[in-house]
Nanobody
Framework: QVQLVESGGGLVQAGGSLRLSCAAS????????MGWFRQAPGKEREFVAA????????DYADSVKGRFTISRDNVQNTVYLQMNSLRPEDTAIYYC??????????????????WGQGTQVTVSG
């Protein structure tokens, strides 16, 4: 069984920064791609960013490209999401997830098989 625990969320003013962490256990973390998704109130969960097992490939939603950076530490079994220049529209619950796919990075929820409980990010305007 896989356990994912997100942390680092909070309340920040527009233009500020936060760094989210996702600690994984119970699986060979380094062999799988990781993704970050978010869900705002009344909206569907959407893709934010993904990173391959080797960190050689990354993918970002257009809405966060240039502001967010995904990274991972396979020794610490942790994936990070550095969020800069935050905007009120970034307010959401942020989730990390694992993906067994190795050929490509997916943006689809269904391609991720284990999820964390989420961490709230609130950006005040």
């Amino acid at each position: 069984q896989v356990q994912l625990v997100e942390s680092g969320g909070g309340l920040v003013q527009a233009g500020g920064s936060l760094r989210l962490s996702c600690a994984a256990s119970g699986r060979t973390f380094s062999m799988y791609a990781m993704g970050w998704f978010r869900q705002a109130p009344g909206k569907e969960r959407e893709f934010v960013a993904a990173i391959s097992w080797s960190s050689g490939r990354t993918d970002y939603a257009d809405s966060v490209k240039g502001r967010f950076t995904i990274s991972r530490d396979n020794v610490q079994n942790t994936v990070y999401l550095q969020m800069n220049s935050l905007r009120p529209e970034d307010t959401a619950i942020y989730y990390c997830a694992t993906s067994p796919l190795t050929a490509y990075l997916s943006r689809r929820n269904d391609d991720y098989d284990h999820w964390g409980q989420g961490t709230q990010v609130t950006v005040s305007g």
